[in-house]
């Protein structure tokens, strides 16, 4: 079974992805930056309750304190070699980010009003394609797929990485619910915005084209190293210098 965070390692680097199949695993350097995106995460599943409750700010500022007492107990391993000065900090320099996520938030209010759908783990036999999105929400009689992002923000409209995420997801709420799925969305944690996508049939395309070439992977296949790969942050370059095969010219 392929699992959508599949399809995200393979867009940073299809090499990663040969690597992971081998069994290595995709090593995460913790910096501040890293840290301060997983209490990002944290604290946007939390937006939609901030976003009705009467003081937005002080629920996400207690909000923040829970999840620094908490942070350690669910990213265990990651956080194994941080001290608390490190996670203060990150902590605190998503507190200074509040005041305009808190005022970016009311702008979402038809996203946060509706009604979230538990379902952790999506799969479907017959695309061979697994994952959960961050949420599933309802609005009247859609079940529409939403994904929580750290990163940047795009000027307008979400990253090409994101699109793809998201409409694998919605391939697997169809399979899941028996439904058609036109929109998802995606959470700029940093910036408290959502932005609305339209699922399109080129990607749903791409989505299984990018599928199929991981099958091959598995399989053995040693894809071609991208000309953009982002080598300097990655885990592997110490075991990247293989040469590629024929075969993987025409991959
Ligand atoms: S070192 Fe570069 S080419 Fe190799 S897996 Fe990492 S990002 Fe890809």
Redesign the pocket.
Known sequence: MIKVSDITVYQ?????C??VSKGHSLVKEITPGYLERIILKELALTYGEAFNNDNTHSFLDNELNRISSEIRIIYRNELSGIDDNTLANSVSEVRSSLGNICSNLSSNGDFYTSESVNESLLQSEKFGLAGSPDRLIKIKDELLPSIIKTGNMPQNGVWQGDRLQLTAYAVLVEENHDSVVERGFVEYARWGRVREVLIKRHERRKVLQIRDRIKKIRGGFMPE??KD???E?????GM?DVKSTIASRFF
């Open positions: 940073k680097c299809p090499r990663m040969y690597f190293k991208p790969a982002p080598c942050y990655c885990g592997f370059t990247c």
